[in-house]
């Protein structure tokens, strides 16, 4: 209802709470007359009343009164003096002082903790650790990295990890409190800045720091500013060569150049677009190889040592396979710091080599002969078949398209050919800078020259996004399918959500044509991996979190990064999954030393098997890796051995001139490469 006006009509509460906040709102003064005024309207009559109905109180007038005003004076900490009026004025003013006094230094005292807290919880202040691990920058990959880093086996595992961000300080404790859980022998401090400013990277004394990790962000100019972190690092630091180790990762090839320079002498670059498509590309025609790289990569079963190889001295390589009862050989580091993954079982073992194994922890190998557990009346002599020409359709385009196509074609056999369906232009494999190597630089960092061998790579386009087209599909010409989602941010979606309805697409296929299709896919985020619609013929990648156990595992054995590269390139040897029946009678029941001993003949180095029977898990999905040599178990036709080896049916490039450089540098390689005259740990 309003006014004869037409004005609304305003209550009385309404106009005095109006006029209330007009009066607080001009001035701390105004605040305090109003404090003063509401406690003397209450406490001035209130004390009048207690003593007008206390029978004990005195009969006149001027003695009631007196009574009341020390009432309310000691309800108010004014002073309880009573006479002259001189005397009443100058115990009041002395109780205002002191109530004055006393709330300014409470005052004080609140606003400094309260800022203290607040800087506190801005992830301000100094952190003074020594042998910490720092890790700066946030992305997909600092929840495994911090992750596994905690799962580490001791000595091996840090005590404080310190992660400096851009970000919330109270949010990057909440991600990672739930996706990491809580560290109990391990202490994580998250501090918050930009860690490309000096002054902020200071705060985390990254000196004192035992390895410093600097990971990639989400955002479009991310490996810009991995660049600058490391200048700040550089700065911080200085230029000499008695600073922490350093790991960082970029996602672009055209930034690793320039990092490996930032990053000085004791620096390690692992390109992160390049790694994916390599495991993209070895996947291909491997089925359940993620499912061992992962195992392989994190802290939470077996990983790769360094053991002494005294024992073995001056003996071939070949022995030491079977001089380990409970760890498996894959290789060897010699004393100037040359990684040999899978030599020649003929090699030498010569002085001061350590063993490349795989094993529980550090101290867990020990040497045994075992050549007692061989049955050589099992071992199959046949050579294995060949593979032949594959056929694979690409759906999906993004940033590291080009780079799986390329190792695509590396790796294919000849005749094979990759259909490439986008739902865009049709796009073409980006072409390297002029003077600077290319993708798929071999091991030696020679550019390779023309076109790889390898299959023909044809573009087509079509509507992705609806389904009628997905379903509308022929397979049957098709040996795999690669599955590739958008970039994150390139749409309002998350780039998983692309990929789940397309893979949710080609099982409805499977199931009309009763037919099995391999695919092998890329997901972002690995909450999504258990809702990904694949039959267990197919591999599931998780960029991130692969390239987070990489970093991990590189940050705590420095040494074995050129195995890693290595195991991960297009050259040399990698992680194969071989028929049982290659190695041993298909139902005959050995050993795994039997296993070792065949695969030894044939130039391999076996670390494990994939069983296929009723008693295959979905936490393990059948995986063995290091088994005791004395296992024993009936290999099936359809059970499958984890090897170590060298594809030799691959297309090679072309042979290039000898050149002089150290033999140290050609150990790794454009993914995950130290800079040039970087020590051996």
Request: glycine residues 10%.
């Amino acid at each position: 209802m309003g006014t004869a006006d037409g004005r609304p009509r305003v209550s009385l509460r309404e106009w005095a709470g109006y006029r209330f906040d007009r009066t607080l709102a001009r001035s701390t003064g105004t605040l305090m007359g109003w404090l003063v005024i509401t406690c003397l309207a209450i406490v001035v009559p209130v004390s009048t009343l207690l003593v007008w109905t206390d029978p004990g109180s005195p009969r006149s007038l001027s003695g009631r009164l007196t009574a009341a005003w020390r009432t309310s004076a000691e309800t108010l900490r004014l002073g309880a003096a009573s006479g002259t009026p001189l005397r009443l004025v100058l115990s009041a003013l002395l109780g205002l002082v002191a109530l004055l006094c006393v709330s300014t230094l409470v005052g004080v005292i609140t606003t400094g903790l309260a800022e203290r807290l607040a800087e506190l919880s801005r992830g301000r202040s100094t952190v003074l650790e020594q042998g910490h691990v720092l890790v700066l920058g946030w992305s997909d990959q600092v929840t495994t990295v911090v992750g596994e880093l905690v799962a580490a086996q001791a000595p091996r595992r840090p005590r404080v990890i310190v992660v400096l961000a851009d970000r919330d300080k109270a949010e990057m404790e909440q991600v990672l409190t739930a996706r990491v859980g809580p560290a109990v022998r391990t202490r994580i401090i998250c501090r918050s800045g930009p860690a490309s400013d000096p002054d902020v990277l200071a705060l985390v004394s990254p000196r004192a720091a035992s390895t410093v990790l600097v990971l990639p962000s989400t955002e479009p100019t991310a490996d810009a500013e991995v660049l600058r972190v490391l200048l700040a690092l550089r700065a911080v630091l200085g230029e000499g060569a008695d600073g922490p180790p350093v790991l960082a990762a970029v996602r672009d090839d055209r930034y690793r150049a320039p990092a490996r320079l930032a990053a000085g002498p004791r620096g390690t670059v692992l390109e992160t677009d390049l790694v994916t498509a390599r495991l993209i590309a070895q996947c291909v025609g491997r089925p359940g190889l993620s499912l061992v790289l992962r195992d392989l990569l994190d802290f939470a079963g077996d990983e790769f040592h360094l053991a002494d190889a005294t024992a073995f001295q001056d003996g071939p390589f070949g022995a030491t396979l079977l001089g380990h009862p409970n760890s498996c050989v894959v290789g060897l580091l010699t004393p100037d710091g040359r990684t040999l993954l899978n030599p020649p079982a003929d090699t030498v073992v010569g002085p001061g080599s350590r063993l490349i194994v795989l094993a529980r922890d550090d101290d867990s190998t020990r040497v045994g002969d075992c050549g007692h557990l061989v049955d050589d009346s099992v071992i199959v002599a046949a050579p294995s078949e060949r593979d032949g020409p594959t056929r694979l359709l690409l759906l999906g385009w993004n940033r590291r398209a080009p780079l799986v196509v390329r190792q695509l074609r590396r790796t294919a056999r000849p005749g094979s050919f990759v259909d490439v369906l986008t739902d865009s232009v049709v796009p073409g494999p980006r072409e390297p800078e002029s003077g600077t190597p290319e993708y798929g630089t071999p091991n030696d960092g020679t550019p390779e020259h023309g076109p790889p061998a390898g299959p023909d790579v044809r573009f087509r386009s079509a509507a992705l996004s609806r389904p009628e087209t997905l379903l509308g599909l022929d397979l049957g010409p098709y040996d795999g399918l690669v599955v590739l989602g958008p970039d994150g941010g390139a749409g309002p979606d998350h780039p998983d959500d692309w990929t789940l309805v397309t893979l949710l697409a080609l099982r409805l296929l499977e199931e009309r044509t009763g037919r099995e299709v391999r695919v092998v896919t890329e997901l972002i985020d690995d909450r999504n991996r258990p809702l990904a619609p694949v039959n267990t013929a197919s591999d599931v990648i998780v960029s991130g979190m692969l390239t987070g156990l990489l970093m991990a595992q590189i940050a705590q054995n420095r040494h074995l990064a050129p195995l890693f590269d290595e195991l991960f390139s297009a050259e040399g040897s990698d992680v194969c999954l071989r028929p049982a029946g290659t190695y041993v009678r298909p139902g005959a029941e050995a050993t795994f030393a039997t296993v070792v001993a065949a695969a030894r003949d044939r130039g391999e180095c076996a670390i494990g098997y994939r069983r296929h029977d009723g008693r295959t898990g979905r936490a393990d999905q059948g995986i063995r890796l290091n088994p005791s040599k004395s296992e024993r178990h009936v290999w099936n036709a359809e059970d499958h051995v984890v090897v170590v080896a060298r594809d030799r049916d691959l297309p090679t490039a072309p042979s290039e001139p000898a050149d002089t450089t150290d033999e140290a540098d050609v150990a790794t390689s454009a993914a995950v490469r130290p800079r040039h005259g970087q020590p051996a740990d």
